[in-house]
């Protein structure tokens, strides 16, 4: 079973929906978690950090739910320019790396 | 402030070479971890470093190797490359408990 796992999409949205997807992680352990955001080709770049009371950057909000161990992304008022591979990063106290998933793939068309 | 650079951007190799793969951390961080990512997959732990010793590793085999400076900067050798080992290879600075800040990456081909 992989450490943390994502929908891997695509979700093809119109600009201006809302789009939501979550990712979820196995080890109870972990304490930090982030989104980054990944175009193709490039390096991953970091999204926003998600604590647990959730928390929103602009047009982006991150939920952290520990009992279920998953974190959700929701994008509000889409633009194009948010087309992109998102990935789901979870940490833990005890280990030293961070486990990515795979990706969600994100197309916005307008 | 200088964000992580790597070197080189891209590389081919043949199958049974080695290769040595460069990273220089963002100013002020102290930790270096490097990243695998294969075509279409998340980026995958292989070691981190910090003040110049290995500070955890991933699954992969021994012949994956690095090595951290008194600068911070770092490098990251693969011998007998294999076919599989083709991927972004990704290294990210940091300060302990704090966000990685990736560099650009070097994208390695085997054939």
């Known amino acids: 079973r992989k450490e943390v796992e994502q929908d891997p999409g695509p979700f093809n949205v119109p600009e201006g929906a809302t789009v939501a997807f979550n990712c979820t992680y196995s080890n109870s352990a972990s304490q930090s978690f982030f989104w980054y955001r990944q175009d193709c080709r490039k390096e991953p770049k970091l999204l926003m950090s998600?604590?647990?009371s959730g928390n929103e950057d602009g047009r982006f909000t991150a939920q952290l739910n520990r009992a279920s161990q998953y974190i959700s992304l929701l994008i509000r008022d889409s633009k194009l320019s948010d087309s992109a591979t998102y990935l789901c990063v979870a940490d833990s106290r005890n280990d030293y790396k961070l486990s990515f998933g795979a990706g969600t793939t994100v197309t916005v068309r307008a | 402030e200088t964000g992580v650079t790597q070197s080189p951007t891209h590389l081919i190799k043949t199958r049974g070479q080695q290769v040595t793969l460069r990273c220089s951390s963002q100013s002020g961080h102290n930790t270096v971890s490097w990243y695998q990512q294969a075509l279409g997959q998340g980026p995958q732990f292989i070691f981190q470093?910090?003040?110049?010793?290995?500070?955890g590793r991933g699954n992969f085999p021994p012949r994956f190797s690095g090595l951290q400076f008194p600068n911070y900067s770092s490098e990251l050798n693969v011998n007998a490359l294999e076919l599989d080992d083709s991927a972004l290879y990704l290294c990210?600075?940091?300060?302990?408990?704090?966000?990685?800040?990736f560099g650009n990456g070097t994208r390695l081909t085997v054939t």
């Open positions: 998600v604590y647990s």
């Open positions: 470093y910090y003040r110049e010793e290995e500070n």
């Open positions: 990210a600075s940091s300060l302990a408990n704090s966000p990685l800040h």
